[in-house]
């Protein structure tokens, strides 16, 4: 198979997997560290547009590596994994506050992300293992 087709694979799903953890390390750790050092209120960490952004930097990479994975190994099922948790991510981003409070807000960008990131797990590992992928690295 041709390297060009190859090579992105691993790296967009390993991207898409530190995306989906700055997005959980940010929603549950943020707190903790603003509880023990206030003056963190300084940095703009807090502010919504972290979480968007987080949001719509994943959802191409992830649309890339999940599309690729998929049509290496041919299981829709992390495919569909994998978008649920970034329309739950995009629901968060988006709306969660209004309509799910903080707290729900949280729980679901934890969820979105989890599954986000456990799509691309699997996707990684399962193009590591078809017999006539290059993903190695």
């Known amino acids: 198979m041709n ?25 549950l750790a943020l707190p903790a560290l603003l509880a023990i050092y206030p003056s963190a209120l300084a940095v703009a960490l807090t502010d919504e547009l972290f979480h968007t952004t987080m949001v719509f930097l994943a959802i ?9 994975g998929c049509r290496e190994h041919k299981s829709y099922r992390i495919l569909v994994v994998g978008f649920t ?6 629901a968060s981003a988006t709306l969660g506050h209004d309509l799910a ?37």
């Open 101 to 137: 409070g903080e707290i729900g807000e949280k729980v679901l960008t934890v969820v979105g992300a989890l599954l986000v990131f456990g799509s691309h797990l699997i996707n990684f590992r399962m193009c590591r293992q078809a017999k006539h992928c290059e993903c190695d690295s």
């Open 3 to 27: 390297s060009l087709t190859t090579t992105p694979k691993p790296l967009a799903d390993k991207t898409a997997m530190g995306l989906s953890s700055l997005c959980m390390l940010h929603c």
């Open 85 to 90: 948790g970034l329309l739950i991510l995009v």
């Open 60 to 68: 191409p990479v992830s649309a890339i590596a999940l599309s690729l």
